[in-house]
């Protein structure tokens, strides 16, 4: 067991199978997902199906609000109208390979900004596990009512 995470346990384990790869199928463990996966158009695809980019994009901004949503309620301030919307882009990279770059724009209406800023930062930076996952390896951009975090 790797001590990179600093993981005093596992609360829970999420199980996918894909087969096929970009141009197969993956389905959950307890069948709740089950989706085709196609290349996209941009890479030279077909389209009509899924990608992990999408899936990533769609787990980092749920468990983003999720812990935005937890910093809120931490520090008693109501963000009921919270959302995340997040890009996730993926191309070559200057070495070899490819890459990834994500993009989250939170939006909490009615939030003061120094305060919407400061929940936001305490998010990414203490507990959003996308984002500890995502720090040192991936570029990520995020913004909060418009404001980009520094």
């Given at each position: 067991m790797s001590n990179l995470s600093n993981l005093k346990e596992v609360l829970y384990t999420a199980h996918a199978k894909v087969a096929g790869g970009r141009e197969?199928?993956?389905?959950?463990?307890?069948?709740?997902?089950?989706?085709?996966?196609?290349l996209p158009k941009e890479m030279g695809g077909n389209g009509g199906g899924s990608?992990?980019?999408?899936?990533?994009?769609?787990?980092?901004?749920?468990?983003?609000?999720?812990?935005?949503?937890?910093?809120?309620?931490?520090?008693?301030?109501?963000v009921d109208g919270a959302s995340v919307a997040s890009s996730v882009g993926i191309?070559?990279?200057?070495?070899?390979?490819?890459?990834?770059?994500?993009?989250l724009e939170v939006?909490?209406?009615?939030?003061?900004?120094a305060q919407a800023l400061d929940i936001v930062?305490?998010?990414?930076?203490?507990?959003?596990?996308?984002?500890?996952?995502?720090?040192?390896?991936?570029?990520?951009d995020i913004s909060v009512n418009g404001k980009t975090l520094a």
């Amino acid at each position: 067991m790797s001590n990179l995470s600093n993981l005093k346990e596992v609360l829970y384990t999420a199980h996918a199978k894909v087969a096929g790869g970009r141009e197969g199928h993956v389905e959950s463990d307890d069948g709740l997902i089950k989706l085709d996966l196609r290349l996209p158009k941009e890479m030279g695809g077909n389209g009509g199906g899924s990608n992990p980019e999408q899936l990533f994009a769609a787990g980092y901004a749920a468990c983003f609000e999720g812990a935005v949503r937890f910093v809120a309620g931490q520090q008693k301030v109501k963000v009921d109208g919270a959302s995340v919307a997040s890009s996730v882009g993926i191309g070559p990279r200057n070495d070899s390979g490819f890459g990834i770059k994500v993009k989250l724009e939170v939006s909490l209406p009615g939030v003061d900004e120094a305060q919407a800023l400061d929940i936001v930062k305490t998010a990414h930076e203490k507990v959003c596990p996308y984002s500890h996952a995502t720090r040192g390896n991936v570029d990520v951009d995020i913004s909060v009512n418009g404001k980009t975090l520094a």
